[in-house]
Nanobody
Framework: QVQLVESGGGLVQPGGSLRLSCAAS????????VAWYRQAPGKERELVAY????????NYARSVEGRFTISRDNAENTVKLQMNSLKPDDTAVYYC???????????WGQGTEVTVSS
């Protein structure tokens, strides 16, 4: 079973930046479709961004488009989420999710907390 570990969360002021990382226990991570979700207190979990396997096509929620960038670091076997121009509304626990063809399981990390506040 694949383990996903997120890191990089923390407290940042509005307008600041953070880079989240999702590390996989199995290589190559490029075989996986990977998505970042977030869940704010009292709200449902929502999709933030995803990157497809191999080809690396990306898509973003409208609320983060132009501010967030999802990318692969194949040398580190990770997927990154660069978050710029952060807003208080970006405060949430961010989760990494991954799945792949031929595998019936859907993998989730434990989450990393992001707080945007002055």
């Amino acid at each position: 079973q694949v383990q996903l570990v997120e890191s990089g969360g923390g407290l940042v002021q509005p307008g600041g930046s953070l880079r989240l990382s999702c590390a996989a226990s199995e290589s190559p991570f490029s075989n996986f479709f990977v998505a970042w979700y977030r869940q704010a207190p009292g709200k449902e979990r929502e999709l933030v961004a995803y990157i497809t396997s191999h080809g690396g096509g990306t898509n973003y929620a409208r609320s983060v488009e132009g501010r967030f960038t999802i990318s692969r670091d194949n040398a580190e076997n990770t997927v990154k989420l660069q978050m710029n121009s952060l807003k208080p509304d970006d405060t949430a626990v961010y989760y990494c999710n991954a799945n792949r063809q031929g595998d019936p399981l859907d993998y989730w990390g434990q989450g990393t907390e992001v707080t945007v506040s002055s």
